[in-house]
């Protein structure tokens, strides 16, 4: 697979939300529901240019739905992307978030396998750290659907 990436700096000012489901597996994914993936990548990994591929990906350490919003509470279908007053404390209970701050952030219009995911999220720290980027080291893998189609996001934590 070749990548023709752009790249950008993201900046949430808000959370995105997201619930935790035992029926989830990593790296499979239902069509059309947006699911997130967080790794802890190892410092010696998340700040390689040429980290090794098998080991790149540490220890998972969340993955969920996005949280659907009730009637009134947004225009969206989901929780991603709503601000995190409008969740209720309820609907809080066992979720996770994706901080608001700032990200450095590519997608590919495609679904991903594993192999594929870990060579995505290794273009995109090679170009951030080639642009002298402070990459974190934690590691969001989010998939959603844009116009019907699976969209692969990644979000590196963006250091000051």
Do not use: N
């Not at 978030?97 to 995911?117: A, M």
């Amino acid at each position: 697979m070749v990548m023709h990436l752009q790249y950008t700096t993201l900046c949430l000012y808000a959370p995105l939300w997201y619930v935790s489901d035992p029926a989830l597996k990593p790296f499979q994914y239902s069509e059309g529901e947006e699911t997130v993936m967080a790794f802890e990548l190892a410092r010696g990994a998340g700040q390689s240019i040429d980290p090794d591929p098998a080991d790149y990906l540490g220890p998972l350490l969340w993955m969920g739905r996005a949280i659907p919003v009730r009637a009134g509470t947004g225009s969206d279908q989901t929780g991603a992307g709503v601000a995190a007053d409008t969740v209720s404390a309820p609907d809080r209970a066992g979720a996770f978030c994706i901080p608001g701050g700032r990200y450095f952030f590519s997608q590919i219009r495609e679904p991903l396998e594993r192999d594929g995911w870990t060579r995505l999220a290794i273009e995109v720290q090679k170009e951030g750290l080639w642009q002298r980027k402070r990459l974190g080291s934690r590691l969001y893998l989010r998939v959603v659907y844009e116009d019907g189609a699976a969209a692969a996001q990644i979000l590196r934590e963006l250091g000051s």
